[in-house]
């Protein structure tokens, strides 16, 4: 199942790009964050995220970017999803720390699914 899309994020940013004209260094702070805001939102539209029965794969349009095998998964926890925030998973080998560019219902729903209670308790 691919997750949906969700411009929240990147619209947000780009909002809050817009707030800092009226500082005095305009416009320089609200061309490179409006500019990082674009960028996400590219980001928003040409990926995808597709959990498959044991592995989460990122999508880049039609080609295969990684495959995230969910044996090699220790925990997972979405910060913020009501901004939105950042999706942390750590693998054995590494660690991940992702903008939330998705419907964080529907990644959080097919991760409690797919990979089960290896959610971080909050601190």
Same mark, same amino acid.
């Given at each position: 199942?691919?997750?949906?899309?969700?411009?929240?994020?990147?619209?947000?940013?780009?909002?809050?790009?817009?707030?800092?004209?009226?500082?005095?260094?305009?416009?320089?702070?609200?061309?490179?964050? #409006? /500019? &990082?805001?674009?960028?996400?939102?590219?980001?928003?539209?040409? *990926?995808?995220?597709? !959990?498959?029965?044991?592995? +989460?794969?990122?999508?880049?349009?039609?080609?295969?970017?990684?495959?995230?095998?969910?044996?090699?998964?220790?925990?997972?926890?979405?910060?913020?999803?009501?901004?939105? #925030? /950042? &999706?942390?998973?750590?693998?054995?080998?590494?660690?991940?720390? *992702?903008?939330?560019? !998705?419907?964080?219902?529907? +990644?959080?729903?097919?991760?409690?699914?797919?990979?089960?209670?290896?959610?971080?308790?909050?601190?």
């Amino acid at each position: 199942m691919s997750i949906s899309p969700s411009p929240r994020l990147a619209l947000l940013i780009m909002v809050f790009s817009l707030c800092l004209l009226p500082l005095p260094f305009n416009p320089w702070p609200t061309v490179v964050i #409006g /500019l &990082f805001g674009v960028f996400l939102l590219v980001q928003t539209y040409s *990926l995808r995220l597709e !959990f498959t029965g044991d592995t +989460l794969v990122v999508w880049r349009g039609q080609q295969e970017l990684r495959r995230f095998p969910y044996t090699e998964w220790q925990s997972w926890r979405l910060f913020a999803p009501w901004l939105p #925030g /950042l &999706f942390y998973f750590r693998e054995i080998k590494s660690i991940h720390f *992702l903008p939330i560019l !998705f419907n964080s219902a529907e +990644l959080r729903q097919q991760l409690e699914q797919r990979v089960g209670s290896l959610e971080t308790p909050k601190p």
